[in-house]
């Protein structure tokens, strides 16, 4: 695996993170470590291309925050954004076309066909990466939103079983228990 290109985006989708325009702050970019966590841990659990994986992993929200308006979207614009950055790095074409796929499939909350495991990967590593964000998630409802306790804390619950539910049967047996353990701390 190319370290030079995961040091490279990791250095990328920060400071794409730190910029004022990014109306997700800090807390997506988080997120975003998270799913690339998760997404290589998944890869080898599941034989997949941990390269391919793991920068579609970093690159999975880059349109969302590089311009808000793209958010509805982003998981097509994201894989453009990942086109030009990647034939700028590298020149292996059938690589970045699955990286691409990736993006453009990992959203849950969208029901698209995954037609590779590394595909299904980057998705489940994006739902997962909640269960690793709870205080971002927290820090959202009650100092973004204002939310009171109970509104958020229902917030909070509804997003993770969400998420949960997204995952694949074979994701959800390996994640069973992370998902357990935090629905018991939040009540």
Known sequence: MRDDILKYLQNEIYSRCKKPTNKFGMGCYYHIEAVVKNGEI????????KEIVMIASWLHDIASITDYDLYENHHIYGAEIAYDLLTQLSNDKSKISLIQACIKNHRGSIFLDRNSIEEL?????DAISHFDSIPSLLYLVYAERKMNYEDGKRYVKEKLVRSFSKLSAQSKKYYKNKYQQVMEILG
């Not at 998944?42 to 291309?49: F, K, Q, S, T």
């Open 121 to 125: 990967c980057v998705a489940d590593a």
């Open 42 to 49: 998944l890869a080898r659990r599941y034989g997949a291309d």
